[in-house]
């Protein structure tokens, strides 16, 4: 078992900045990425930015590539979301997301084994 904990959610305004970070701990002797995801109410689940736990090599969503950067502490077992230049469409609930074996694309939440609890990132306009 994986457990995560994110946390540095909270409301901002628009251009404003913040970071999340998940901590994770249990079997995580093995892990091959770790991603954010987000959820805005009534829409799907999307993928946000992943992270291969080894290389360091990133990937993100279009939508918030050059805004957003996603970064990890191994020592601390950590990943970390720096938000930037936040806009009102990037209000959702961001969840971390743990992939142990790789399988599957990046950007499919089916391909994460574990998750964690959510936390909720308002920008107002």
């Known amino acids: 078992q994986v457990q995560l904990v994110e946390s540095g959610g909270g409301l901002v305004q628009a251009g404003g900045s913040l970071r999340l970070s998940c901590a994770a701990s249990?079997?995580?002797?093995?892990?091959?990425?770790m991603a954010w995801f987000r959820q805005a109410p009534g829409k799907e689940r999307e993928f946000v930015a992943v992270i291969w736990w080894s290389s360091g090599s990133t990937q993100y969503a279009d939508s918030v590539k050059g805004r957003f950067t996603i970064s990890r502490d191994n020592a601390k077992n950590t990943v970390y979301l720096q938000m930037d230049s936040l806009k009102p469409e990037d209000t959702a609930v961001y969840y971390c997301?743990?992939?142990?074996w790789g399988s599957g694309p990046y950007y499919r939440k089916n391909s994460y084994d574990y998750w964690g609890q959510g936390t909720q990132v308002t920008v107002s306009s």
């Open positions: 249990g079997r995580i002797s093995s892990t091959y990425a």
């Open positions: 997301a743990f992939n142990r």
